[in-house]
């Protein structure tokens, strides 16, 4: 007999509750078996919609839930017992589980029959992708709370999902991915076991709750070696560090979101062929399988999908399960010795890696030194150098570039998703109108409570679930604990990292840039900063590094920053040049805001560019508000980029 | 820009002479010594130590600080310029990013471009268009050092070296030199395990090091990361900056330690723009590479040729 199929999930939400709930209904309805929540940017750091810095992003990257009424509109007609929900959250993930419990509360429904996970990992946001709050001991003791709540009161769920993804994403290489991933998951753990909160039994099925949620390249054998080591090194760790004696605890459970870094913009039908290899690399070894799927679409290098994409990516996964022989053997690469060499060696390696950071006392400390940030944007660097120059080939962008016209972009929208431009309007009317119907009393005492707990160090799961009851709002939830924990600055990890080697590119670039300096006596000034929410911040990295190896003074002003502060730093540090990054579909209104206030602060004069997934229909409307360029994934060539901001800056 | 607008606090003409300054145009120089008169005002506290120390948070805290006792802030912060490309990343900032739209708060970032002491030249100069402008308390974040070559830091009212604990079994990382110029230290992140330890080696380290009368430095603990929050150890720390100050900007020496800044300063122009003569003098003759021909080529020894550049500027 088949085996079953792993779960199909999309990652899908926008707009509002509504227009996600019936997004959700038509993917199921087309034979998806479980639901991939997103959230926008404002749910995931912790803001109302009607908050200042929420504003441009309400509804662009995801659904905004800001009360529990909201949550009700995303389940409508969805009974949760039967569904199986995986919600991408994490600065904010054990508030989004109160608000589901509370659901299910309110209905009727026994809280204990709930399936899915809240991802809840802090590492990889503190090291990749940016949606942290607090600093990391109360983040992390909020995710050890996760698994001592779940455990006792909602055993099918999966308390969190420890994400190598997002550091491939940042540019981890396979061993990088194994070794960080691994010391995360024991970060986690090790905080359950020493807040002394659950007894042996209990703990050894926190062990077991433990769950992955990993990322698949385009080099897939390598990648079904990788999850044989992931498979290989949790049993062994499980087994030696925690004395887990029972074989399905050890097991090395895990969810896929296949790789979107090799996602090109030229040639975008290409990615369609890219998706489905990085799918068999985790679906070919049964001994290795995923649990849980989630497939990117062609599109994504150009703008956020539409559900038409999403559900092509859907097909791919039920035309690979049901047409084909994939599930009907046993494991296929047992005992072969090419496999197993690889398999050795990549264990070897992140052992080694992993030894090292459990020598700066484990992910903590190597997070708190900035180790493994730096590891990263190295990475990330080697690789933006070696598709430069050439040495790694990535077919239609350094390699096979002339081709015919596509016509999958040829349509009217472009090929690409139009978010609901009056969704942020929405979302606002929503959350006003729970406020205006709670008790207030009853929500100002539930936030009290939380408080309270927070402050003890005491459990805050219940406290937060009162809370979603009395219709406390996301943003009320998260700054009352910001009040008490205080918010988180994670390293950069800039400092060691450098981009431009000594090939010719590079040197001509350089000797540019002297010879200005010598003409001008100036030295070329440049502001680079993420305005909004978004905090994927490898773009924004890069091009700082990167402009700095060409001789630039570059001043990097982080994530999260409203554009008022990047106009007033700009106009502070007399730049020549502000570079925006922008991903999360927000660049029209958050680069306007940017020129507007520079142009109050009397810095007009200073060009502004943007980097990011920008549609090309955008472009013309972006410089028509006053933005000089636009770069995005299509402009690959780093030396190129910092030739361009150079001319800029004169 | 006109001197009664930088006079006045606008921002972006204090900005642009700062600019101009670190670019060391001749006429912004010009400008500079017109603006003197108007300074000596501000408090200047110096913030040194170890790469990683959390000078930058506890710059931030200082920030909040003195922003609720009403002051205006100035800050420099200055971060290592690549010896390779001649670029700098100055990141400094990100970690003081929640000030950047308060008015009453300028913050300032440069690049060593090859100076050494772990501040860029023009430092100084910045502080001084920074006083002319109205902010009366300026702090200046140098690179992290872990090295003697903070002299320079003299030209500041209070040092404040911080540190960490477990840099390593003991605590050379805070060199004999980063411990002579300070009148304040810091133990920061000191719920780090280590820290008594560090407070004693530090403790040990003065006493060693004090001949006849020990030198009167307090040391402090903060967890700058908490910001104001009780137990955070900022309002100690600005406590011990306003002892230091009572004690000796407003105790009976205070007129010669004034003398000492302003030698200290006036010594390190004086070093400065030699070393520009000489290095244009150098490149009259071809430059250094040249130069060191002629004493490998044995058409002279390298001390005459010494003095006989340094004679010519």
């Known amino acids: ?650 | 820009m006109s001197l009664q607008e930088i006079l006045d606090g606008n921002v972006r003409a204090g900005a642009r002479l700062m600019r101009d300054l670190d670019d060391r145009r001749p006429e912004a120089l010009a400008v500079l010594k017109q603006l003197y008169p108007h300074t000596g005002k501000a408090y200047l506290v110096g913030i040194t130590g170890n790469p990683g120390a959390g000078k930058s948070t506890v710059v931030d805290s200082l920030i909040a600080h003195y922003r609720q006792a009403g002051e205006r802030v100035g800050v420099v912060c200055v971060d290592p310029t690549s010896p390779f490309s001649g670029g700098a990343i100055l990141g400094d900032r990100i970690r003081m990013q929640r000030h950047a739209l308060d008015p009453g708060v300028f913050i300032r970032s440069l690049a060593t471009r090859g100076n050494l002491g772990g501040l860029s030249r023009s430092t100084f100069d910045v502080a001084h268009v920074l006083d002319a402008m109205g902010y009366t308390r300026i702090l200046i974040e140098t690179v992290g050092v872990g090295q003697d070559e903070v002299d320079v830091m003299k030209a500041a009212h209070t040092t404040v070296v911080v540190t960490v604990p477990g840099l390593g079994d003991d605590i050379q990382a805070i060199k004999s030199g980063l411990l002579e110029v300070a009148d304040v230290l810091v133990v920061n992140k000191s719920d780090r395990e280590g820290a008594d330890r560090t407070e004693r080696d530090l403790l040990h380290m003065l006493d060693l090091r004090a001949h006849g009368e020990r030198k009167a430095v307090e040391i402090v603990r903060t967890i700058a990361t908490k910001g104001l929050a009780e137990g955070s150890g900022i309002r100690e720390l600005a406590m011990a900056i306003e002892a230091h100050r009572d004690r000796i900007w407003r105790g009976p020496d205070a007129e010669a330690r004034q003398l000492g800044r302003t030698s200290a300063h006036l010594a390190e122009l004086v070093r400065a723009l030699l070393a520009d003569r000489a290095t244009k003098a150098m490149a009259e003759r071809g430059g250094l590479a040249q130069l060191a021909r002629r004493v490998a080529d044995q058409e002279s020894d390298p001390w005459t040729l010494a003095e006989n550049l340094v004679a010519s500027v």
């Open chain 1, 1 to 650: 007999m088949a085996d079953a199929p792993w779960i199909f999930r999309t990652y899908a939400g926008h707009s509002s509750a509504q227009a996600s709930n019936a997004l959700y209904r038509q993917n199921l309805a087309a034979g998806q078996t479980g639901l991939s929540i997103a959230f926008d940017l404002p749910t995931q750091c912790g803001y109302d919609p009607d908050d200042a810095i929420a504003r441009p992003e309400v509804g662009k990257v995801g659904v905004p839930i800001a009360s529990i009424d909201d949550m009700h509109a995303l389940f409508e007609g969805i009974p949760l017992d039967q569904m199986n929900t995986s919600m991408t959250i994490n600065g904010t993930a054990i508030w989004l589980l109160a608000l589901y419990v509370g659901v299910a509360r309110e209905r009727g429904t026994d809280q204990r029959a709930l399936r899915g996970t809240i991802q809840n990992d802090i590492v990889k946001e503190y090291l990749a992708r940016g949606t942290y709050i607090f600093p990391p001991a109360p983040s992390l003791d909020l995710i050890a709370e996760s698994y001592e709540y779940c455990v006792a009161h909602m055993p099918q769920w999966n308390p969190s999902n420890v994400c190598s993804y997002h550091l491939q994403e940042a540019g981890a290489t396979p061993v990088q991915e194994l070794a960080f991933a691994l010391a995360d998951a024991l970060g986690v753990l090790d905080r359950v076991a020493a807040r002394q909160r659950v007894d042996d039994a209990a703990f050894q099925q926190c062990v077991g709750r433990v769950s992955f949620f990993v990322n698949a390249g385009m080099r897939f054998v390598e990648e079904m070696c990788k999850m044989r080591a992931f498979t290989r090194m949790w049993d062994a760790l499980c087994r030696e560090r925690y004395g887990v004696t029972d074989p399905k605890l050890r097991q090395f459970r895990y969810g896929v979101q296949v790789n979107s870094l090799g996602l090109t913009e030229q040639q975008p039908e290409n990615n369609a062929w890219r998706i489905l290899i990085e799918a068999l690399g985790v679906t070919l070894s049964k001994d290795a399988r995923c649990r849980a799927l989630q497939l990117p679409t062609w599109n994504e290098a150009l703008s956020l999908p539409r559900p038409w994409d999403q559900q092509w990516s859907l097909r791919l996964q039920q035309v690979l399960a049901f047409e084909t022989d994939l599930l009907e053997y046993g494991d296929l690469f047992t005992g072969n010795p090419v496999i197993e060499a690889k398999v050795t060696a990549l264990v070897d390696g992140a052992t080694a890696e992993l030894a090292k950071i459990e020598a700066m006392g484990g992910i903590t400390g190597a997070i708190d030194t900035g180790y493994c940030k730096k590891e990263l944007v190295r990475s990330m660097a080697a690789r933006m150098g070696r598709i430069e120059r050439g040495e790694q080939i990535v077919v239609g962008v350094n390699k096979y570039v002339e081709a015919l016209p596509s016509p999958l972009v040829g349509g009217s929208d472009g090929g690409v998703f139009h978010a609901d431009p009056a969704a942020g309007d929405a979302a606002r009317a929503a959350v006003a109108a729970t406020r205006a119907r709670r008790d207030p009393a009853r929500a100002a005492a539930a936030v009290a409570a939380l408080v309270d707990a927070a402050t003890r160090g005491a459990p805050i799961m219940e406290a937060s679930i009162a809370c979603a009851l009395a219709r406390v709002t996301t943003g009320e939830w998260a700054q009352a604990l910001r009040d008490v924990w205080g918010e988180y600055r994670a390293e950069t990890g800039i400092a060691g990292a450098s981009i431009g080697g000594a090939s010719d590119d590079w040197q001509a670039l350089r000797t540019r840039v002297l010879a200005r300096v010598d003409a001008t006596g100036r030295r070329p000034r440049l502001l680079v900063g993420k305005p909004g929410l978004d905090g994927h911040s490898n773009g924004a990295e890069v091009i700082a590094v990167a402009a700095r190896d060409a001789g630039f003074e570059v001043i990097y002003a982080g994530i999260r920053v409203s554009a008022a502060a990047i106009a007033q730093t700009a106009v502070q540090e007399a730049v020549d040049l502000v570079g925006l990054s922008i991903l999360s579909g927000s660049h029209l209104e958050l680069a306007s805001a940017v020129v507007d206030e520079l142009r109050a602060r009397g810095g007009g004069d200073i060009p502004v560019v943007i980097g990011g997934t920008v549609p090309a229909h955008d472009h013309a409307e972006l410089l028509r508000r006053g933005v000089s360029r636009v770069f995005t994934p299509a402009d690959y060539k780093l030396s190129d980029i910092v030739g361009a901001l150079l001319d800029l800056c004169c």
